[in-house]
């Protein structure tokens, strides 16, 4: 069974950035999908970016050259930097790890992120 635990989230200005970790505990890491979500109050929880067991990348539109996903598989972990933080970036972060065959799939408990003046 895989664990995951997020952490790094927090308040920043507008402008501002921030780095979230998720430190991944499982058998097979190499092979595992990893992406981040986020959740606003009052909103469904989506996609912000993936990185795949082969190192490609995904993101969403709205954050495409401010934030950059990265994973360190010897050390089990993926990141999130995030720059030039918007207001509307504001949500509970969720990490999720997915294996390629979709065998298994694991999440985070989150971390909020508040940007805010």
């Known amino acids: 069974q895989g664990q995951l635990v997020e952490s790094g989230g927090g308040l920043v200005q507008p402008g501002g950035s921030l780095t979230l970790s998720c430190a991944i505990s499982t058998i097979s890491f190499r092979d595992f999908h990893v992406a981040w979500y986020r959740q606003a109050p009052g909103k469904e929880r989506d996609l912000v970016a993936m990185i795949r067991a082969d190192s490609t990348t995904t993101y969403a539109h709205s954050v495409k050259g401010r934030f950059t996903i990265s994973r360190d598989n010897g050390r089990m972990m993926v990141y999130l930097q995030m720059n030039s933080l918007r207001p509307e970036d504001t949500a509970v972060y969720y990490c999720?790890?997915?294996?390629?065959?979709?065998?298994?799939?694991?999440w985070g408990q989150g971390t909020q992120v508040t940007v805010s003046s």
């Open positions: 999720n790890a997915k294996s390629r065959n979709g065998q298994w799939n694991y």
